[in-house]
């Protein structure tokens, strides 16, 4: 790629200047280099987050968010290598669904599950887009670290509400937003940056590029809530237990004990 179509995306994506394209260019700009990322990168790099955890030192067999799944129909958003419908598998539910904008994924969780013996419908496709997902089906749509993707929130929150059966549970996990506005100097939490600046930016990894947004948890509340979705439980708290017993001394340990790095909510259908 030239050096004048790096500076276009970036001006694109920069939320903070308020300059850019139309809309519609600046979704194909991120859906194009984040599937990029991970057809080409994927779990090579950034380690997935897979079922039975939601991120960091936040477990479902600690929170039991799900319960008994048995006979129960499921779609995952942003399903990566297929690991967490395996759990999901294992435990006896009667359809899995997913949808992953990268064809490596999916690739890679269709060969996962059939060594697993496991039955799975898989899309490639953004998860802000039609792309033949049943409606008024599932008992549960999930998503484990991949929500903060889209590039419509809103938009995306009212397609899994149409997936969902009425009182369906809509349960997602994504890095909590305040995560990234404190950095660590010399041993100290530090606020480095305005947490109500929402906008999309570049991170280079592992000699490639993402694109994510960052939003206040405020915004991802007001869309569940602008979607017909009624909130039961968020979790933002890190199982204390949990880090005692790994003994886990590093940066992300220390951040756990005093701020959370991980957000999970457990939304239902009205």
Known sequence: MDKNSLNRRSIIVDGENGVGS?????????????????????????KA???????????EERCQLFGDISGKKLLEVGCGN?????????????????????????EEAAQHLKSCGIAAKLICSPMEEECGIPTDYFDY?????????TTDLEGTFRRI???????????????HPIHR????????????????????????????????????????????AKAGFVIELMIEESDYEFMQLRDDNSDMAKRAKMLPLTFVIKARKL
Do not use: C
């Open 22 to 46: 139309s809309e519609d260019l600046k979704k194909n700009v991120v859906h194009k280099t984040n599937s990029l990322y991970w057809d080409t990168k994927g779990n090579d790099f950034l």
């Open 49 to 59: 987050i897979v079922l039975p955890y939601y991120g960091a030192f936040i477990s």
């Open 82 to 106: 297929g690991q967490s419908l395996q759990y999901q598998g294992e435990r006896n539910a009667s359809e899995l669904w997913a949808v992953d904008i990268s064809e490596r994924q999916i």
């Open 141 to 149: 749509v999930y998503s484990i670290y991949a929500i903060g993707w």
């Open 161 to 175: 509400s149409s997936y969902l059966k009425k009182d369906g549970l809509f349960i997602f996990s994504w890095s």
């Open 181 to 224: 506005w404190v950095t660590t100097e010399n041993d100290r939490f530090v606020i480095n940056k305005s947490y109500f600046n929402e906008g999309w930016y570049p991170v280079a990894v592992d000699e490639g590029e993402l694109l994510l947004a960052d939003r206040m948890l405020s915004t991802y509340v007001n869309a569940l």
